[in-house]
């Protein structure tokens, strides 16, 4: 490092209230892991901001030293786009506050909250509103992408509930985004990813939700897949939006309720979630046990916040991570017998295909409404290649692949730019289908220099 940069590093030191590391400090290993354990960089600097006040000298500091920017919100995006190295890194993990007026139903939620911090705040108030299915994912990446989880079928995707928020753009000047103030910000903020500035803090409407919802699992022996997943197919059209049930195809983990012999086993599992009264939830779950002979199930009523958290164990950080992703409007046969196929030679015992069903409120929201396009969408599936050390690294990457390609045909165009993985930049443009046009023009009047870069980029 010259002995200028380290100057001007000093001078920031002095300038903010949070903290500045650099590589020889205490800490500074710590704040550069990320979920994915196959993204190893190391930044100049992390600023991790005490507050909103910090961030715009932080980002007058990069520039002016001609240092890359990234940011990190909970550090789960599988692109590893949270670091970048020689750069600087603003990291929020010193900013996690969930405040919540009840009265009004809006939570005021800091870019460093893990899902976890936010439903538990909402919660205390009997609210939530749609975010994901694992608790210690960030709200703030999942919210610029979109962000879809058991609540989507009801109360549509995370941006259709975000309100305002407060963003520190390129040149340092912190605005207010939505449908009153910078309208066409708030536009580009509702899918756009990290590409227009900074955000402070996000404002969200909430719904009433639990404490208490029907949730839990049913596994079926892969043998029956067919025959469950083509039972599924038709179940999902007219199933009501207060239930979700999703399709996960993998190893049996060694739940309890789970007999030993089907442990390590290939299984259907069909998650499933009732946001509405139990009792009206167990009438309407009762079918789903006869889509096949499960080797066993575990549902009941529960609170919403542990079930939020019920898929953590498997999807815990350290491991490596390859993902690809579709979206589909129909599971044809073509879909079926591809997933199949693919969940018949799993790669490790942590690997899964799923299906994500999301069809409800938000297929009701115009495709130009904001950045997100996909409102054909109906699922999401994912391929979560999924392995625990280097020497597995080509095999398991090359299933991925292979599963993506023999599904591309049965699926919908377009693409969840939060699943995308760093080398799937050709495929941004698609991933905003229509919309792309106008994010390129917000992005030449909000970042002309492409400041903000580490993200699914949207070129100036
Ligand atoms: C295990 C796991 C489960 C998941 N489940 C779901 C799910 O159920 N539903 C779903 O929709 N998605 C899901 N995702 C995808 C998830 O939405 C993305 O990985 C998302 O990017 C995570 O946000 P983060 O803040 O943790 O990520 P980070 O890696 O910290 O940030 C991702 C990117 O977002 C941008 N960004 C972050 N914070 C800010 C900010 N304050 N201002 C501007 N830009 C910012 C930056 O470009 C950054 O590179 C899952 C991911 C994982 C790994």
Redesign the pocket.
């Known amino acids: 490092m010259t002995t200028h940069l380290s100057d001007s590093i000093d001078k920031l030191r002095g300038a903010l209230r949070g903290r500045v590391l650099s590589p020889n400090d205490n800490g500074y290993d710590e704040a550069r892991q ?2 994915n354990a196959m993204i190893d960089r190391r930044p100049a600097v992390i600023v991790q901001p005490a507050d909103s006040a910090d961030v715009a000298p932080t980002i007058k500091f990069a520039r002016e030293n001609t240092l890359e920017i ?9 692109a590893g ?2 670091l970048c190295n020689d750069g600087v890194t603003i990291d ?1 993990s010193n900013m996690k506050r969930v405040r919540v007026d009840a009265g009004k139903k809006i939570a005021y939620v800091e ?1 460093g909250a893990t899902l976890a911090d936010f439903d538990g705040a909402t919660q205390r108030h009997g609210l939530a509103t749609p975010v ?3 608790s210690t ?2 709200i ?3 919210t ?6 058991w609540l989507t079928r009801k109360y549509g995707l995370t941006i259709d509930n975000l309100v305002a928020a407060e963003v520190v753009t390129a040149d340092g000047k912190k605005l207010r985004a939505s449908e009153q103030d910078n309208a066409e910000l708030f536009w580009a903020l509702r899918g756009g ?2 590409n227009f ?3 402070t803090q996000f404002e969200f409407a909430l719904h009433p939700v639990g404490p208490e919802v029907l949730a839990g699992l049913i596994v079926f022996p892969f043998a029956q897949a067919k025959q469950v997943l083509t039972r599924y197919r038709q179940f999902a059209v007219s199933a009501p939006e207060d239930l979700s049930v999703w399709v996960v195809l993998r190893q049996a983990p060694p739940l309890p309720f789970l007999s030993q012999n089907v442990h390590g086993k290939e299984v259907v599992i069909l998650p499933i979630f009732y946001a509405g009264k139990v009792a009206e939830g167990q009438k309407l779950i009762e079918q789903l046990r006869a889509f096949g002979n499960p080797h066993g199930e575990h549902i009941g009523a529960q609170p919403y916040t542990e079930w939020q958290k019920a898929f953590d164990p498997l ?1 815990a950080p350290g491991a490596r991570n390859y993902w690809k992703s579709h979206n589909f409007t129909e599971l044809s046969d073509g879909a079926l017998n591809s997933i199949i196929e693919y969940a018949g030679k799993l790669p490790s015992p942590q690997c899964e295909i799923f299906v994500g069903h999301i069809a409800g409120a938000a297929n009701r929201v115009a495709p130009d409404a904001m950045a997100y396009a996909h409102r054909d969408a109906q699922f999401v599936m994912n391929v979560h290649g999924r392995w625990d050390t280097a020497a597995q690294d080509a095999r398991c990457i090359e299933w991925a692949r292979a599963f993506f390609k023999a599904s591309a045909p049965y699926a919908s165009a377009g693409a969840y730019v ?2 995308m993985t760093e080398e799937e930049s050709g495929r941004v443009a698609a991933a905003y289908g229509s919309n792309y046009d106008r994010l390129v023009t917000l992005k030449k009047r909000y970042d002309p220099e492409n400041v903000f870069h ?2 699914q980029n949207i070129k100036p």
């Open positions: 990320i979920w990234s940011v990190r919100g909970a550090g789960h995006n599988i786009n949270a929020f870019p994901g299915i694992n994912t960030g703030a990446g999942l610029l992408g979109g962000g879809f989880g990813g990290g500035g900074v955000v999807l939060n699943f580490f993200n």
